[in-house]
Structures are given as C-alpha cells and as structure tokens.
C-alpha cells in the first residue's frame, strides 16, 4: 500500500461519524485500590477483545472546579455505528468486565452521542 492510499483511509476514517460512549464511574469508598486498579485493566482490556470498539481511552478526574460529585474515572469508548454500540452492550467480554466492577461499584453516569 502506498503512503498516498495510507494517508487517504486515514483520512476517510476520521471523518467517518463517531459515536461515542462516554461512562463515568463513582466507586464504593469499601473499594481498595487493587479492586479499582482490576477494573481498569479489564476495561482497557476490552478493545483487544471486542473488534466493534474503534477507539478507547481513559482516565481519572483532574478537574479544579470540584462538581465530580465523587466520581472518579472516565471512559471513551468510540463505534463506527448503532449497531456495533448494539453488539458491544451484550459482548461476552463486556459482560464478564460488568461482573468485574459490580461488586465495586457505587454509581454509574454513561451518555452516547455522535461526535460533530
């Protein structure tokens, strides 16, 4: 493949439409830190496992203003379209990460959108 045809998919593939999956989680204060540390490995281990997933990142709360409201991690995770967002929610690995942050897990606060 050419660097010309290399540079045109990458260019094709972002401006394709993005819709993004964005999950803010608040853990048990019962939580320790391994507990904490397992879910965020098995998190960012669901791109290798779930090939709908186009995109994933992550991190902890940095933000001055203190409106978190005790929530402390933030994920993103990107789908090409409705129908991969669709067979991700029920995937084998997604569920078996579900049981993983369960037991840890005081609240959750998730909202998708289509990126403009």
């Known amino acids: 493949m050419t660097a010309m045809v290399q ?3 990458k260019k094709a593939e972002e401006a394709a439409p993005k819709l993004r999956h964005v999950v803010i989680f608040k853990f048990k204060e019962s939580a320790k830190a391994e507990d904490i540390e397992k879910v965020e490995k098995a998190f960012a281990a669901l791109p290798k496992k779930i090939p709908v997933i186009k995109d994933y990142e992550w ?3 940095n933000s001055p203003e203190m409106l978190d409201k005790g929530f402390t991690h933030c994920f993103l995770v990107t789908f090409a379209s409705e129908e991969d967002r669709a067979a991700y929610l029920p995937h084998p690995a997604h569920q078996k990460f579900v049981s993983i942050l369960r037991p ?4 959750a606060f998730v909202v998708d959108y289509w990126a403009k």
């Open 59 to 61: 991190g902890t709360n």
């Open 7 to 9: 540079a045109e998919d």
């Open 104 to 107: 840890h897990l005081e609240e």
